[in-house]
């Protein structure tokens, strides 16, 4: 093996010739130029460059895997060698890949939808629903119960890298499906952000199979209801007692719903400096630290924006199912209508907050000039979750105020409590506008 030279700063002609030659389809003469630019021990970053280049125009897929190896392992989130990773994996087919700047325009579509279940009683034929026990299928005629197990499925988690690649993480659910009832034979036009429907006329209940998995994302898991009506009204009541405007108002419009939200899986290395005071002198420091998070949570839907963050927050993901359409049944589901991308964007900001506090707080002395290099952090996974709601309408004179209660365990939120904790000066600024 040849040892290698000492880097000369002229040697760069060797990468840029390559990386020319590579671009032009003159494999063997990039191959030559960019091997020997390795010998000259370039910086780490020129060496990244040189290895990617090198994969491109190696004869063969072994030897192109092992250069994308070793990027990874000075780097594992450089983003080229993790695409061209996918692609020598087969998870990756080069066609689909997107522009990130010139994203193709989402047209919609109508879609018949022909697969549509109907949820029956085998006994005497009746509309079965799903309990708020989050295990059972209840006929409304006869009662006859179907208990039903978890799936067994495993909680599936998308690559957040390929998603992103192939735009799938761009998009919105935007097409519209046409559905016929079997009950009684009307036809209905189902927005795509509906995962499960009942008929208005025969009430009959069907789950909506997805037909455009490449544009709309089907749910990975789901928390079932375990707070029947009868309890979240039982909540909704006591809240309202103990409130100052008890006597008034009224609720409307109680339904259960399932509500979309986003989880991350955000990992890689964060390069951070500061100055840190001892004995009245500033003293620099900077170190490496590795991060990894689960599972951080960001709402799908722009509905309701100042109760979902703390609603999102509020659930067990220990109770966490592999998604089912059976757990639809008799309620109503929405899909997102945030893309995957924009959402990654909030999560990867609440990462860096958070890393940001905790370098506040191992720190007893005083700190100033904080700053984080993030270059080296990616989202690895991610998934689609949905949770369940219940949500009722709160109206107090000519005012409306949603109020959501969770589903799983019953915590209330409204934004009537962010009303009260400054009522005159809110009710001032609602007069001013």
Same mark, same amino acid.
């Given at each position: 093996m040849k040892k290698p030279v000492s880097y000369n700063p002229h040697s760069r002609d060797l990468l840029v010739h390559g990386i020319a030659s590579a671009k032009v389809g003159e494999k063997q003469l990039a191959y030559k130029y960019l091997e020997r630019y390795l010998y000259q021990d370039p910086p780490v970053k020129e060496q990244i460059d040189a290895m990617y280049y090198l994969s491109l125009v190696s004869p063969t897929e072994a030897e192109q895997r092992d250069w994308i190896e070793k990027i990874l392992a000075m780097d594992p989130t450089e983003g080229r060698a993790r695409r061209q990773l996918a692609i020598l994996n087969g998870e990756l087919q080069t066609e689909k890949i997107v522009d990130p700047d010139r994203l193709p325009e989402q047209v919609a579509q109508q879609i018949p939808v022909n697969d549509l279940e109907r949820f029956i009683c085998p006994q005497c034929g009746g509309r079965m629903t799903f309990a708020a026990d989050g295990q059972s299928l209840v006929c409304e005629n006869c009662e006859a119960k179907s208990l039903r197990g978890k799936s067994g499925n495993r909680i599936e988690e998308t690559n957040f890298f390929i998603s992103l690649a192939t735009g799938q993480g761009h998009s919105k659910?935007?097409?519209?499906?046409?559905?016929?009832c079997a009950g009684c034979g009307a036809e209905f036009i189902i927005p795509a952000q509906q995962l499960s429907w009942q008929c208005p006329f025969c009430e009959s209940n069907y789950e909506v199979v997805q037909k455009e998995e490449r544009e709309i994302l089907l749910p990975g898991a789901l928390i079932p209801f375990s707070l029947t009506e009868s309890?979240?009204?039982?909540? +909704?009541?006591?809240?309202?007692?103990?409130?100052? $405007?008890?006597? @008034?108002?009224?609720?409307?419009?109680?339904?259960?719903?399932?509500?979309?939200?986003w989880t991350f899986d955000i990992g890689g290395f964060i390069d951070w400096?500061?100055?840190?005071?001892?004995n009245r002198q500033w003293y620099p420091q900077s170190s490496t630290k590795a991060i990894f998070y689960d599972d951080i949570r960001v709402p799908a839907?722009?509905?309701?924006?100042? +109760?979902?963050?703390?609603?999102?927050?509020?659930? $067990?993901?220990? @109770?966490?199912?592999?998604?089912?359409?059976k757990y639809l049944v008799n309620w109503i589901a929405e899909t997102y209508d945030v893309p995957a991308g924009d959402a990654a964007i909030s999560a990867r900001k609440l990462a860096l907050e958070a890393e940001r506090?905790?370098?506040?707080?191992?720190?007893?002395q005083p700190i100033r000039n904080l700053a984080l290099n993030t270059s080296r952090v990616t989202v690895e996974q991610y998934k689609l979750v949905l949770v369940p709601v219940w949500s009722v309408m709160l109206v107090l004179g000519a005012e409306r105020f949603p109020v959501m209660i969770n589903g799983q365990n019953g915590k209330l939120f409204s934004t009537n409590q962010d009303e009260n904790k400054n009522n005159f000066l809110s009710r001032m600024l609602r007069w001013i506008d």
């Open positions: 659910a935007v097409n519209t499906q046409i559905s016929l309890q979240a009204y039982e909540t +909704l009541i006591t809240w309202w007692k103990g409130n100052q $405007d008890a006597n @008034a108002g009224k609720f409307e419009a109680m339904q259960g719903i399932y509500l979309p939200i400096q500061l100055e840190i005071k001892e839907t722009r509905k309701c924006p100042r +109760l979902m963050k703390d609603l999102m927050n509020s659930y $067990d993901f220990e @109770a966490m199912v592999a998604f089912d359409y506090q905790y370098l506040k707080d191992v720190n007893f």
